[in-house]
């Protein structure tokens, strides 16, 4: 049975729904929480906030799951003006300003800020959504490292498992996403699996990385593809760049050059696209399926909606779009409380302003690439490892997610014994070895290094 909230509420004070908990809907909602004679309703799938750009050291087992999620209900315990929600937008009536949950509950208000992130994007290649694991969630890091850990287990078990891609690891995508999980990945093999399996050739271990483009890490300078392609290398990451990805199935992946790479682990990063409630406005909808918005982040033709993060297209300065970043989002969010705050009050909007403070990268332990600063100043190895440490321990949400961060990665860097390798989500990514097993005299096209 549907539930309704009304606009406002009985003491008339106005009522914002924030669609999504990641960095935009966090930082609209602390906005908001901070205005007494406003009732904010943060409403997310989950009932806590992730820290998304770590979801790859939980995925390699450096952190725990607990490192980098935060309580929703324990963040605005102190603010009687938020109420969270658990709850999936199914539906819009922008007109109506209120929002259909999955579960059929509808609630009302007199604004909505939509910061509902994104969704993976598989171009339509063949295979890839039943087969490859994309990295955008909690559950998805979960999920792939229940994977890399079966595979081994499997492998030590079952050797010639090896000859069906047991050890063989396929990450699509050149970006921070694919890079950092590849160096990650081979961190893990090197430091920490050599030294568990001792009855493993773990030296058959392959990690390939593929990417349509030329160079990794597209959006850095020239050195820093240098130095990324380098540092990889050096770690036995196999790179086949200009090359696209063109079938995903059970046991192998094929590449557009003829190469059929036999593996059991394909980990999707490339490229991501707008979640679906964006299909509830389909007239604001533009590049990606994105929202598109004004200056003051206000949805084309829809009055009283706003939008914020991933799941818009923010305008930069030079006509195009700003990109998807935590810092972007972040910034973003609060930015549309700001625009929202004076609508209802009614006072003119301000228009977006992002304060662009670099992009970085790790490529794996001690690696690191950072361009900091209007100037992008580039820092490479140590110096980019610290400043990179540092600049996601004070994103993170909770002193103490920062401290069990810090000595997870203090554990990671001086150690070789990393920390929840328990194979305790095995039914999350079951694998049927008799499924595309590979033919007795397969043969493979020529790998690019």
């Avoid at 309703?41 to 390699?60: E, I, M």
């Avoid at 509808?106 to 990295?135: C, K, M, W, Y």
């Avoid at 399926?289 to 982040?297: H, I, K, P, Y």
């Avoid at 580039?378 to 110096?383: F, Q, V």
């Amino acid at each position: 049975m549907a539930h309704s909230s009304p606009g406002s509420t009985t003491n008339g004070k106005p009522r914002v729904i924030v669609v999504g908990a990641g960095f935009a809907g966090l930082g609209c909602a602390r906005r908001l929480a901070k205005v007494d004679d406003m009732q904010v309703t943060l409403l997310d799938r989950n009932n806590y906030h992730q820290f998304q750009p770590l979801l790859y050291q939980v995925a390699t087992s450096q952190l725990a799951s607990s490192d980098i999620a935060y309580s929703l209900r324990k963040l605005f315990a102190d603010d009687e003006n938020v109420a969270v929600k658990l709850g999936e937008v199914a539906t819009i009536d922008a007109a109506a300003r209120s929002v259909t949950t999955a579960d059929g509950d509808v609630i009302a208000g007199d604004a909505i800020v939509l910061a509902a992130g994104s969704q993976p994007n598989f171009f339509r290649t063949p295979g890839a959504a039943e087969h490859a694991f994309p990295l955008y969630s909690l559950d998805d890091a979960l999920a792939l490292r229940s994977r890399i850990l079966g595979v081994f287990e499997a492998a030590d078990r079952d050797a010639s498992l090896i000859d069906q891609g047991a050890l063989s690891f396929v990450v699509v995508g050149g970006g921070p996403t694919g890079v950092e999980l590849a160096g990650a990945l081979a961190d893990l093999v090197e430091e920490t699996m050599a030294e568990e399996y001792h009855d493993l050739a773990v030296t058959s271990v392959q990690i390939h990385l593929v990417d349509l483009g030329p160079t990794l890490l597209g959006p850095f300078s020239e050195d820093a593809h240098e130095y990324v392609a380098k540092v990889l290398g050096r770690k036995g990451v196999r790179m086949h760049l200009g090359v696209a990805v063109t079938e995903v199935g059970a046991g192998h992946v094929t590449l557009a050059d003829g190469t059929t790479l036999r593996t059991r682990c394909v980990v999707w990063g490339g490229g991501i696209m707008a979640p679906a409630v964006a299909g509830a406005l389909p007239d604001a909808q533009g590049r990606g399926g994105r929202l598109t918005v004004s200056s003051d982040l206000c949805v084309a033709g829809a009055p009283g909606i706003y939008a914020a993060g991933d799941i818009a297209n923010i305008p930069a300065p030079d006509g195009s779009a700003l990109p998807q970043l935590g810092s972007v989002a972040l910034q973003s969010g609060v930015h549309a409380a700001d625009t929202v705050m004076a609508d209802l009050s009614g006072k003119p909007r301000s228009s977006f302003h992002y304060h662009d403070k670099g992009i970085m990268a790790m490529i794996g332990r001690g690696a690191a690439i950072a361009e900091v600063g209007p100037h992008r100043h580039e820092l490479h190895g140590a110096i980019a490892f610290s400043a990179w440490l540092g600049v996601h321990a004070q994103l993170m949400t909770g002193v103490r997610n920062r401290i069990d961060a810090f000595v997870s990665w203090g554990s990671d860097y001086f150690s070789k014994r990393r920390g929840p390798q328990i194979l305790d989500h095995a039914d999350a990514a079951p694998i049927d070895w008799d499924e595309d097993r590979a033919p007795p005299l397969a043969t493979t096209g020529p790998q690019q290094r």
